[in-house]
């Protein structure tokens, strides 16, 4: 069965990798049946009822997807293509005889020009032609056409609350701290690592706990060690606002009291040595000293990601860690972010 992930857009890599996580979490099987601008389609095997639970729960994790859908059609992008899918497509698996329906189109960039309340109304009539009632404010199902590099078509199975993100804003939180990551960025972060409810993660760095918390919304167990103790005050005033199950350790990422093999994800932002502080003799002290500490206290098979602003692929080869994927973001003119993901084998 195909699915459609409607990507938001920020970020070229993050939003598909925070997909992939998600579905490793959930241990779907899966292929990628198609990529375009902005959508992500999967074809996911398994029985109806439990891919569309575990994408529920994947819609409740995800920070940079707007909508789930369950893929009615795909074809090019021109109208009469469009309108002769719908007409040609079977619906039974999308809308039970007696529900009603709305439908609503989104043009994803510059793709197209076929105009969203034209081609609406026409996939309206399609629809009600199967016999299915309109309702435009209370639907009981909304289909949604995506005008990407091709057209999608599919029923609406969740939404994601990118709203809750915003209400997480560092600014909004008691403890503030510049140089913190966004919530949705932090959130990604964390779905790429495969945490899983009940499981521990660790941030060796973990500042005001923005990670954390993202970490903890998803019912892990997190650590976090910040050498600043005053940081580490602010931390716990974060974490208790968003109730988390947590531990805070304050200390040296590069010597920590933790057992080894004993956490499942790792998810951290060190310091870059501009705008946060540093606390080791130099860069290359704190990087091999904390990489060898990650390498030694993650679990085998697990996962780190790190977020940097140099290339740590050196640090990481060093401590054993095997390099998954590596990916960037510019943030502005001089100052581009590296996300590395590794894993212990
Ligand atoms: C880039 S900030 C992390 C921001 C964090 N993600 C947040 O949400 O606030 C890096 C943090 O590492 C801390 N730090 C610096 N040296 C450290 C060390 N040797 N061990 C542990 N933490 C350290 C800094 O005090 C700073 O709070």
């Known amino acids: 069965m195909l699915y459609a992930f409607e990507l938001s857009g920020e970020h070229a890599v993050l939003p598909v990798e925070e997909i992939i996580g998600c579905l490793g979490v959930e241990e779907l099987d899966y292929e990628e049946y198609a990529h375009f601008e902005q959508c992500l389609v999967l074809d996911i095997r398994g029985s109806a009822g439990d891919i569309d639970r575990s994408l529920l729960s994947i819609g409740e994790r995800l920070s940079m997807s707007h909508h789930i859908l369950k893929v009615v059609g795909i074809c090019d992008l021109d109208f009469d293509s469009i309108i002769k899918m719908a007409d040609g497509s079977d619906v039974s698996e999308h809308i039970d005889s007696g529900e009603t329906f709305v439908v609503r189109a989104r043009r994803m960039k510059h793709n197209g020009s076929i105009k969203t309340e034209k081609v609406e109304g026409y996939l309206g009539g399609s629809i009600f032609r199967k016999g299915f009632r309109a309702n435009l404010k209370e639907p009981d199902v909304v289909f949604r056409l995506i005008m990407t590099d091709s057209a999608v078509l599919g029923s609406l199975l969740t939404s994601i609350d990118r709203g809750a993100y915003e209400h997480r804003s560092p600014q909004k939180k008691p403890f503030f701290y510049p140089g913190v990551l966004m919530p949705r960025v932090a959130r990604a972060l964390v779905n790429i690592s495969c945490v899983k409810p009940g499981e521990v993660l660790l941030d060796p760095f973990s500042g005001t706990a923005g990670i ?76 091999s000293g904390s990489f060898a500490e990650m390498y030694r206290v993650l679990k085998k098979g697990r996962l780190a990601v790190v977020v940097s602003e140099l290339s740590v692929i050196d640090f990481a080869d060093d401590a054993g860690f095997k390099v998954v994927t590596v990916f960037t973001q510019k943030i502005h003119k001089s100052l581009t972010r590296t996300f590395t993901v590794l894993r212990k084998d």
Do not use: W
Request: a negative charge; one cysteine or more; glycine letters at 6%.
């Open 212 to 287: 954390l918390v993202e970490a903890g919304l998803l019912s892990a167990h997190v650590i976090g060690l910040e050498v600043r103790r005053k940081i580490s005050h602010g931390a716990r005033m974060n974490l208790d606002m968003f109730n988390a199950d947590y531990s805070l350790l304050v200390g040296d990422a590069c010597r920590t009291a933790l057992k080894d093999s004993s956490v499942d994800a790792i998810v951290t932002d060190p310091p870059y040595g501009r705008s946060a502080a540093i606390q080791a003799e130099s860069l290359h002290h704190l990087y």
